[in-house]
């Protein structure tokens, strides 16, 4: 059994995991990501794997409307982005 130490756990513990991170997207004439920028590397698209599209929290005052893409670069990297569709900002979230 483990000794309750009676210390009290703050919630400024708390981290965020799997942050997006904005990027630089160049977009074709039908807004889909053609070429971005990540890590200061310049990486062109070869292949959109899947879209998908969320509308959450709609009832806030900051609602969250997504357009997901999972993409591959021409150097064979698989990744997952976002264009906010509120902010039009695009966004990685996982490498």
Same mark, same amino acid.
């Given at each position: 059994?483990?000794?309750?130490?009676?210390?009290?756990?703050?919630?400024?513990?708390?981290?965020?995991?799997?942050?997006?991170?904005?990027?630089?997207?160049?977009?074709?004439? *039908?807004? $889909?990501?053609?070429?971005? #920028?990540? =890590?200061?590397?310049?990486?062109?698209? %070869?292949?959109? &794997?899947?879209?998908?599209?969320?509308?959450?929290?709609?009832?806030?005052?900051?609602?969250? *409307?997504? $357009?997901?893409?999972?993409? #591959?670069? =021409?150097?064979?990297?698989?990744?997952? %982005?976002?264009? &906010?569709?509120?902010?039009?900002?695009?966004?990685?979230?996982?490498?």
């Amino acid at each position: 059994m483990v000794k309750n130490s009676r210390k009290t756990q703050c919630s400024s513990s708390f981290r965020v995991l799997n942050q997006p991170l904005l990027i630089e997207v160049k977009e074709n004439a *039908e807004h $889909c990501p053609i070429e971005l #920028v990540h =890590k200061h590397k310049r990486l062109k698209i %070869i292949s959109i &794997d899947d879209i998908w599209e969320i509308m959450d929290e709609w009832w806030k005052r900051s609602p969250i *409307e997504r $357009c997901y893409y999972r993409v #591959v670069t =021409k150097e064979g990297i698989t990744l997952t %982005i976002f264009r &906010d569709m509120v902010s039009s900002n695009w966004y990685i979230q996982k490498v």
